[in-house]
């Protein structure tokens, strides 16, 4: 089976890797002329993301895996074309989405599109965006219908950055497709390059609004934990230690209360049912707010323990969104610093994926934990494995504010400094 994967990075590249594994003859399509060359020579461009190297070097040493910039001719030479190019989103409050890399994409796999190919999105979409918006553009650029020239289907990506390939082990297959034919063929597909089970909705739609079903609880879930930390900071109460005990009942899963939630998809999926759902979505445009704001809780938190924040040094660890994946997208850390700033602190940033000359290219000022200067407080934001074995006693600054509730508060306190958790009483 020959196989096209548009847009080679931190799921595509694995995709890629995974259906050449299963013995397809697989063309991976890229628009950056040196990601291309680097997946060409075995070498991966995407980092921190377990069995990818040697799976990548295997692949194309095996002759079943090469990358491309010409993305048309890939599609022109395939049964089977996956499109796993992001949907942008802006910054704004409403995050605003922005199509047009993937509408390019889709034109481009438009241009190669042969009668009876299958084509299907795993980038994360708006219900109907498969059938309303993609489908049109591929029968525009192409002159072929779907679900009569050629097969088209949604199946959402679901899987975790640094741990993709075991995800894709065990996590259950959505799909659907504009029609049945089309969910059929896309299901026979997954079946034959994955192991997991493959599950066949009613329709693209069902298949678009799965992920953002699970994207949204999560997002809900957290803010009702914050929500549940808040109250029990004002009640003297262990908010993670309730929550802990309550979670033994197995009909409760309260996720864990933090500084706030990051990446591509938590912070950002709730829009797209919040925008096409004007007058509605009442939950998820509160838990967007409740999330949004921690990190300047967290803030007032350590202003309130040093007394000011003015002429304060603040030590930041951690500027990825989450532990162990160097990315930055909707981190909480930004936030933080800029309310640190507008208190009048001085914010340092750490994250041992990050070299200090990237740090300054985002107007952060690094820190080395080597060769520290005084600080009067430290933030842990992201709980990278590098962090667990933090020597505290060594560790300068009076103030510990534990970002995500992981620390042991017992030896930052026995290291003389006072512990601060989101939901925790404060010693």
Not at 110 to 120: E, H, K, S, Y
Not at 207 to 222: A, C, G, P
Not at 394 to 422: C, E, F, Q, T, W
Request: glycine residues 8%; neutral net charge.
């Amino acid at each position: 089976m020959r196989v096209a994967v548009v847009g080679l990075g931190k799921i595509g590249l694995p995709l890629a890797v995974q259906y050449a594994s299963k013995g397809c003859a697989v063309l991976g399509c890229d628009i950056d002329p040196s990601v291309v060359a680097a997946v060409n020579q075995g070498l991966s461009p995407v980092r921190e993301e377990a069995e990818l190297d040697a799976g990548l070097a295997r692949e194309v040493a095996a002759g079943r895996l090469r990358a491309t910039t010409d993305t048309s001719a890939a599609v022109a030479a395939s049964e089977v074309v996956v499109v796993i190019v992001p949907l942008m989103v802006d910054h704004g409050p409403d995050r605003q989405l922005d199509y047009r890399a993937l509408d390019c994409a889709t034109r481009d796999v438009g241009r190669g599109l042969r009668p009876g190919a299958l084509v299907i999105y795993e980038t994360t979409l708006p219900v109907g965006a498969t059938r309303g918006r993609l489908g049109p553009a591929l029968a525009a650029a192409s002159g072929l219908a779907p679900g009569r020239d050629f097969w088209l289907a949604f199946s959402p990506e679901r899987v975790y950055s640094g741990r993709i390939f075991l995800d894709l082990r065990r996590y259950p297959k959505i799909v659907g497709g504009v029609d049945p034919e089309s969910t059929a063929r896309a299901a026979a597909f997954y079946r034959r390059v994955l192991e997991a089970e493959v599950i066949a909705v009613d329709s693209a739609e069902t298949s678009e609004f799965s992920k953002l079903v699970e994207t949204t609880y999560r997002d809900v879930n957290i803010a009702l934990a914050n929500e549940f930390a808040l109250y029990a900071a004002q009640r003297g109460i262990d908010a993670q230690q309730a929550i802990d005990a309550a979670n033994t009942q197995p009909y409760a899963h309260v996720h864990r209360p933090g500084l706030g939630v990051g990446g591509h998809c938590i912070p950002v999926y709730p829009y797209f049912l919040i925008h096409d759902a004007p007058e509605g979505m009442h939950l998820p445009r509160l838990a967007r707010r409740v999330n949004d704001e921690m990190a300047g809780r967290g803030v007032w938190l350590l202003a309130e323990a040093l007394g000011t924040l003015r002429g304060t040094t603040v030590l930041v660890l951690g500027l990825a969104y989450r532990e162990d994946v160097k990315e930055t997208a909707f981190s909480p850390a930004w936030t933080l610093v800029q309310e640190l700033r507008r208190a009048g602190a001085r914010p340092l940033v750490h994250d041992p994926l990050f070299s200090a000359d990237e740090l300054r290219r985002f107007e952060l000022e690094p820190a080395d934990l080597a060769t520290l200067p005084p600080v009067d407080a430290v933030v842990l934001q992201a709980y990278h494995g590098r962090y667990r074995d933090l020597d505290w006693a060594a560790m300068p600054g009076r103030v510990v504010l534990d970002g995500r509730s992981v620390l042991d508060a017992a030896a930052i306190r026995a290291a003389g400094k006072r512990y601060l958790a989101i939901g925790r009483p404060p010693a």
